[in-house]
């Protein structure tokens, strides 16, 4: 196997050559290192790369394995990620995308990295967020913009863009990433990965709080369903003191790849009504995807909920509220963080608190839809990617639109807590990925895995590689 065909093995794939120690975690960290090192400059999907501390980590493993059993070592013993720069890993650089926190070393871990340093994964390094996580594209002032694996004049999504276009691009195996409306889910669009959004409470936000009543949730990028899930199954936990929590699932959401799921009752649309249809051809990925599924065995129909359009003015309040708190002066904003912040500051607690209360009785709405369906086949974003830079120069009151009406599927189910999860389904004229989300019930991670694979073996994907990440 060659040093590219490694760079893609899927991540359960790796971790089972280490155990057979048939590669050694040295021999991967070296891999993925030399790759980034060689490619990132012009793709820009890291900002800190862990070289130093990566290379120890993994020869420490690679010496440890000699005298370790199979059956101690833990689920991913070596394998590689990547870390987004919204969540601390002790000694290395936390930015959220401002350069003037550049050189600030977070102190501890987040809760879900020592969740994944605990599975043996090894830190390649921290990958690029939009400022503050805000935006569905990753061009943040005093960083290189991150561009797009399968087209470099192309935006790889926001918040997670960093982490998805490592993952595409053949520099990390699997990413960790965060979706508070549609962070992970457009990346994994834009970039041909699958990627997960879980259910409120599935993955604990300690030892910070949750700042943004439930709209957000970490969660995994991959190139396949199975590493996905197994990466849910590492990141997933209660903590004791979190304002949400979830029971473990039983069995593991890697076990549900394996397990066909019983027909379901599926509904499905082209657009987001009111805001509008996706365009052609994400009208068409729907579509040929609703066709997949009756023909897989399960009860297909057009459908969707009423009444997410007026969850736009209550859900921007509570998501800007954010920005403000979070005391950054304005001048080291970019200029759509800036007019949030702005526009928060003339938001009294009496208006945020009514927005919090209507954003939920909204929310209730939405999910009384999925008591007469399990899952809702809808467009992840409704049209394909954008150039980098190609909304910069707009004002923010119509950047704001454009955004609204390209990401219209995704922030709803932040709002309600529901899990969804986008995957692959072709390319656009361009050479783009394209893709659908799936979204279930309440909790039901499970069954959403399921489908996906299901879908996945009925029209592989992974196979498909960037010509840049081939070079």
Known sequence: MDAVDLAFTSALEQARLIRQKEISPLELVQVYLERIQRLDRRLGSYVTVAAE???????????????????????????????????????LPCTFGLRVLKQRIATQDDGIVKRIKQAGFIILGKTATSEMGTLPYTEPKGFPPA????????????????AAAATAAGLSPVAQGSDGGGSIRGPAFCCGLVGIKPSRGRISFAPLGDRLNGIATNGPLARNVADAAALLDVMSGYVPGDPYWL??????????????????KIAFSTGMPPIGEADAVCQQAVLDTAHLLEQLGHH???????????????????????????????????????????????CSCGKYLRAVDQMQIIAREIVSFFDAVDVLLLPTYLHSTIRVGEWVNLRPAK???????WIAPCPPFNATGQPAIAIPTGFDPNGLPVGVQLVGRPAAEATLISLAAQIEAAQPWSQHRPAFARE
């Not at 561009?147 to 960093?162: E, V």
């Not at 029971?247 to 379901?264: D, I, K, N, Q, V």
Request: hydrophobic share 40%.
């Open 300 to 346: 297909v129909e057009p459908g969707c909920p009423t009444g997410t359009e007026k969850l736009e003015k209550p859900f921007t309040t509570v998501f800007q509220a954010v920005l403000n708190e979070a005391g950054v002066p304005e001048i080291f904003l970019e200029k759509m963080n800036r007019w949030f912040s702005i526009r928060a500051r003339f």
């Open 147 to 162: 561009r797009n694996p399968w087209h470099l004049d192309y935006t790889p999504g926001g918040s997670s863009g960093g």
């Open 53 to 91: 501390s990566a290379i120890a980590d993994a020869q420490a493993k690679t010496e440890a394995l000699v005298n370790t059993a199979v059956d101690e070592l833990p689920p991913f013993y070596g394998v590689p990620i990547s870390i987004k720069d919204l969540n601390m890993v002790a000694g």
């Open 247 to 264: 029971p473990e699932p039983e069995p593991s959401f890697l076990a549900a790849t394996e397990r066909p799921p019983h027909p379901l």
């Open 399 to 405: 950047n704001f639109r454009k955004i609204v009406e």
